[in-house]
């Protein structure tokens, strides 16, 4: 079942073509990972994905439904969460609180002044299980504003599994860690795929990671699609080597 089908999407702002005709399809239970340079296009691609800019050309479905011309805050609904590049939290919250608003959000709360005690208790419990899965159950009662880089980042995800995705998207996860801090993190999503079963599409520049995680790689450069493929097909091709692997190395 492809749980994500992207069809030619071109992005252009004004001159600028920010994203060139670019397909991509997800199968469920996938983990992709998209990779190319700097200004590659991979985060407005993703900005298409999730809803927070609109395709100037081509169509986006999500489980067999055209999402194409649907906001953001429906396709989450739909089942899309997503990271941002800059970890977007709720810093002066504790980490119980972070997770448990998007639990509320999951559960249809988000505009009721009030939920019964039966519910309360519901979202409760749900938010416990998801700081359990990422590993956060200790740290629940500290304000994610006071924890260290790589656990916010834990927050922010656990914040996104919290709404019940069956599609999640994560922009460089390991932006700006260290090496212990990065293994967490990529261990932490190698669980929600392999032993979850989470599909997940992810933009990375720490090939470690991709080349670590990734059934399948998407590869961009200057807007459009350069190649696609395994992580040993991808680590042969010429041009992505010349491209981009090649530059990193």
Not at 9 to 32: C, I, P, Y
Not at 70 to 90: C, D, S, W, Y
Not at 158 to 185: H, K, N, S, V, W
Request: glycine share 8%; net charge neutral; proline share 4%.
């Amino acid at each position: 079942m492809n749980v994500l089908e992207v069809r030619s999407v071109t992005k252009r702002f004004g001159n600028l073509v920010a994203v060139r005709d670019v397909s991509l399809t997800v199968q469920k239970g996938e983990l992709r990972a998209i990779i190319g340079p700097n200004g590659a296009g991979k985060t407005t691609f993703f900005n298409l994905i999730s809803g927070f800019f609109p395709p100037t050309a081509g169509t986006i479905a999500f489980e067999g439904r055209d999402i194409t011309a649907l906001p953001a805050h429906r396709r989450v609904v739909l089942g899309i969460a997503r990271t941002f590049q800059i970890t977007e939290i709720f810093p002066e919250l504790s980490v119980f609180e972070n997770v448990r608003i998007s639990s509320e959000v999951a559960d249809g709360h988000r505009l009721r002044p009030w939920i019964s005690r039966t519910e309360k208790a519901r979202v409760c419990r749900d938010a416990e299980e998801t700081l359990a899965l990422t590993g956060l159950s200790a740290k629940s009662d500290r304000l994610v504003g006071e924890l260290a880089h790589g656990d916010q980042r834990a927050a922010e995800i656990a914040m996104a599994l919290a709404l019940r995705p069956r599609l999640l998207l994560l922009d460089e996860p390991t932006a700006g860690m260290g090496d212990q801090e990065t293994y967490e993190i990529t261990q932490l999503i190698r669980r929600l795929h392999r032993d979850r079963n989470f599909t997940i599409v992810l933009i990375e520049h720490d090939m470690r990671v991709v080349f670590h995680l990734a059934d399948r790689i998407t590869v961009l450069d200057q807007g459009s699609l350069l190649a696609d493929g395994t992580p040993q097909e991808i680590n042969a091709n010429e041009a992505v080597q010349a491209a981009y692997l090649g530059n990193a190395a």
